[in-house]
């Protein structure tokens, strides 16, 4: 087989199979099935047929040919603009919205896949032609590697201890231990919080975690992914209970209350545990001089 046929065949293979590899459905079931994953997989063909032809063409000294790979930026921003498109459409009819910072994230993580499977298509091209379909296909699966380990990032249980709490009234007013998170007058909505309300505490582990549990999007997240897990004993106009999280200016602790049609509070635990720190609320105040020196 002609080597520049061979190269292009197992770097859009590899490549392809990096995209299928890369879309991973979880309980927030997105991308759906089948239109979203056909979608996503056409463009991650598109994407690793542009790596792969990359190589032959430089090979070939056909420098202007390469130029076309500044298309895929342009095409893989409007992948991005898409997805926040329709996630903002689709965060209209949920019980718990994701917010915009959970899905600027989502739509984020979109458009950078698409860049991961152009570097995966390259390797594999680069060392299949310079060598052979072994080596070249070897060389993908270590570059498949590297894209898992760029893909891992932090969750909330890295930069925050996570404890269940007790719900107690004071008139009125609903806390989580010392936290004040409401005012609920109404005794119907106070007794069904006393017997199927559930708390939970999020103390951060540094100065990094409690600027991160700060941000209000991070907060939104939390409450997204505890409903969908959990469910919520609530409709569209039960806005009394929305699962809420609310901050202790003084130290930093975050309270969260929830009724939840799954009542066991070792799985809330675990739910909010798992919740992926999101890109837009990620901070280390303690990288730089002056939070190291006020954490002192």
Not at 74 to 91: G, K, Y
Not at 160 to 180: S, T
Not at 220 to 249: C, K, S, Y
């Amino acid at each position: 087989m002609n080597k520049e046929i061979l190269t292009i065949i197992c770097g859009v293979t590899m490549g392809t199979l990096a995209r299928y590899w890369m879309l991973r459905r979880d309980f927030r079931q997105y991308p759906s099935y089948p239109h979203a994953t056909v979608t996503h997989l056409a463009l991650g063909f598109v994407a690793a047929t542009l790596g792969a032809v990359a190589i032959p063409a430089i090979a070939a000294k056909e420098y202007t040919a390469v130029t076309f790979l500044t298309l895929a930026a342009t095409q893989f921003r409007d992948v991005r603009n898409m997805e926040r498109e329709m996630l903002v459409a689709l965060d209209q009819s949920t019980l718990v919205s994701r917010g915009p910072d959970f899905i600027e994230g989502i739509a984020r993580t979109f458009e950078a896949r698409n860049y991961l499977v152009v570097f995966v298509a390259l390797s594999t091209a680069l060392v299949t032609y310079l060598f052979s379909a072994l080596p070249g296909i070897i060389a993908g699966v270590i570059a498949l590697a590297l894209v898992r380990r760029f893909m891992r990032g932090k969750s909330i249980g890295d930069i925050a201890k996570v404890r269940p709490a007790k719900l107690h009234f004071e008139g009125p007013n609903l806390f989580v231990e010392d936290i004040h998170i409401m005012n609920l007058g109404l005794p119907e909505v106070k007794k069904i919080y006393e017997e199927a309300g559930r708390g939970v505490i999020l103390e951060p582990l540094s100065d990094d975690g409690r600027e991160i549990l700060a941000n209000v999007g991070q907060r939104q997240a939390i409450a997204h992914d505890a409903a969908l897990l959990l469910g919520v004993r609530r409709d569209v106009d039960t806005a009394e209970f929305m699962p809420l999280l609310r901050r202790q200016a003084e130290t930093g602790r975050v309270g969260m209350v929830i009724v939840p049609i799954e009542p066991d509070l070792e799985c809330l635990v675990a739910a909010v545990k798992k919740v992926p720190v999101l890109e837009s609320a990620f901070v280390q105040p303690l990288k730089s001089r002056i939070g190291r020196s006020a954490a002192d």
